[in-house]
């Protein structure tokens, strides 16, 4: 067997529904997208995984959405797929509109251009930001 | 000259000039950070960057400092210490907490780990992220 | 002709066929993956990537399976889903198990959170990493 | 304040100290490593990524010595300077010898070679690494 | 709706058109590619990434078949299966031979190893390369 | 031992040596860069590395110049300082203009820019670039 197989509920132990069903109460969702059925393979790493995203897109200084919207700018800086694909489902559904979502890549368009060109044209850093 | 060499004001030619001020204008600080000053080696790269920049921060759908932890979130997913350095300057500068640093950082380090472990699980994009 | 085209054995050059059928031997395959027939494109790159990569992979201080997890962590970090895919199978092959691939993924997940983590921290390598 | 500071010890909170009293006893050292004291700004973060470190990194179906040379292999490959003077000190302290940390490079930079190699090419996956 | 949506022609704006008959004027092609179509979502940013792209991509000191090409190798080291596609394409309408191609992987390739194994061997800068 | 060191010519072995004058005369200089020196800590990667190396830049289809420029647009990508400053540095002797210098990054900005955009909106690869 090369490639990865999901886990789905019927056939999970009692550990994994376990995790699969605080992920459908806290989403208020029927069933678990594939992210969660792949990490099932390994227990411990589904359950560590969905602990500490729980924890981390929860509402506080932060509000959902923009959570969501970081998210989303990591996801496409790093070309991920399948992270962009989720993120901008679930960003949606927290209230992204079509005029922040551009706005939004506008912002990741620009931040990965001057990243670059910090980089290759070998920038000191500005004392100031050091402070 | 291996090394790029910053252009500084006063040696600068007045199209350089006229951005620098902006600049200045634009963000009410006395001199401009080390990233303009190299850009200003090739004027038009200088003055096409600026204009870009001062359009996609400007307030609209999304505030500035959710902008600014957004080009953070780039610039710490790329690496670039520059690109840190200087956006989180400027998003303390736009009212980010140190709690908000903390909660944009937990998103930052838990999108970038499940990225990877999308990739890494090869996991087919679900129906319902397409529609 | 837009998409590179892969070079199949029977179409294939004497200098071609030579690393076709060093790769099978080593391997004990009965055709070459893709990766070596697009690259058959250019004689001399083929030849120089298998020349690296029998070496770079053949058991010495670590063994093939450990680097075969090792070009997956790679990979994965990479985003790279022919890569992924891969090695995947070439670790199977060599005996990764399903209790290792979990593991993997935790390493690999977790060494991407932290990474950027320390880059958007700013953090100061200590002194002990330095001796 | 532009740049994150560390938490010593001395001016930590109850609950920083008890995560790096553990720390300290996992890893039978004197005082915990930068990456540590910065993340301690956000205590819930601190405790979160090291609880994961510690599970990711305890010696399971694969050694400590492979999960070190594998946070390597990520943290060269995200050019993550910290996350590589960090990984090798571990690494070392595992047990890797100068001939392993020689074939680790050999098979990164390969991988970092191929892994481009492959989606420059747009190699379309070899079906036996999908069953 | 989850999933972005290219705008058509017949159903753009006259500020998206104007853009759009820019770009088929100077590619000299009858329909804008995808790229363009998706970015119609947000006219401000559909506009500032033709003017810029126009700007960089005329020849100057550069002709344009090498910046065609620089453009690939970024996309390629990006892993990004869109730009690879486009810029292949373009560097191929600008006289790129099979020849080149295979010597610009060659590149690509290697600056991609050695940029890891300068990374992973934590290399100090020569002084000669600061002057 | 926690970080790599540099080998240098008077404590080198009899099989570094020779990779080190190869590299002194093809480059016509009297020492070798850092680069090579730590890669000498593994003499078989030093050896392949250079051979690479030396094939991978040699004038082809592509002259020395258009592959350094093409070296430094992965290298900035990457964000790998040392292969910025090393390639600026071979660029410049290659006879890279300030002008060049300009260009090469506005396209290395543009295609960072657009790659992530790309990614970030989901496009389909048109037809015509997969023929």
Redesign the interface.
Known sequence: ????RPVEYADASGEVRAVFDDIKAERQIDDV???WK??A??A??LK??WE??K???AP???DRR??E?????????????????????LA?KAGM??????????????????????????????E????
Chains 1, 2, 3, 4, 5, 6 share one sequence.
């Open positions: 067997m090369n490639r990865p997208n594939n992210f792949y990490l393979g390994d411990a790493l560590r995984t500490t995203q924890a981390v897109l506080g200084a932060l923009v959570k919207m970081i998210y989303l700018a990591v996801s496409a800086t790093n070309g991920c797929s399948y992270g962009i694909a989720c993120h901008t489902a949606r509109t079509d005029a922040m979502f551009g706005e939004l890549m506008g912002v990741i368009g620009m931040a990965n251009q001057t990243n670059r060109l910090a980089d290759g044209f070998r920038l000191p850093i500005d100031i930001f050091n402070e």
